[in-house]
């Protein structure tokens, strides 16, 4: 076995444990009452702006290398889940969580298609390309629940809010 090849698993490992909590607690938003689920789709909001946050810790760390421009675009590449997560917790304490769920569905799905990002994750291996896309398409998926779960015409839990 080499030794990318063990990078890598762990890695993935790494990710997928990550992101497993925020799909249980998404997944029983559908399946507690709903005094509960108020606290459980703000609690998959704080765990989804923390995986954002140790995003930022990571991309920022690997500024590490000589490269100037590498530098100055991994530096832009950290910031944006940074302000991500700080603009879609903002707009849910001031405005309500379906603005700040909205957002962060929003970045997350559009952050795929810069052209700094796309630079800077074309210097990895494919597969890192894959398992990027797919911890991404998993977010979003998550996200998409816990906004829908939000805009629930039968139980209109944003009510709460009004």
Not at 2 to 26: K, M, Y
Not at 127 to 145: E, G, R, T, V
Request: hydrophobic share 50%; with cysteine; proline share 4%.
């Amino acid at each position: 076995m080499q030794d990318e090849d063990v990078l890598f698993r762990s890695i993935q490992g790494i990710a997928f444990v990550s992101v497993t909590p925020l799909i249980a607690i998404t997944a029983s938003l559908w399946f507690t009452p709903d005094k509960i689920a108020y606290s459980l789709a703000h609690l998959a909001q704080i765990y989804f702006s923390v995986l954002l946050f140790f995003l930022f810790g990571n991309v920022w760390s690997f500024r590490s290398f000589d490269n100037y421009k590498l530098k100055r675009d991994l530096t832009l590449v950290a910031l944006i889940p940074f302000f991500s997560a700080i603009f879609g917790a903002l707009l849910t304490i001031f405005i309500n969580p379906i603005y700040g769920i909205s957002y962060l569905l929003l970045s997350t799905y559009l952050t795929r298609h810069i052209r700094l990002i796309n630079s800077v994750i074309s210097l990895f291996d494919e597969s890192y390309k894959d398992l990027f896309n797919k911890i991404s398409i998993i977010l979003c998926i998550c996200l998409m629940l816990i906004f829908t779960y939000w805009m629930n015409p039968y139980t209109y839990p944003i009510e709460i809010y009004n």
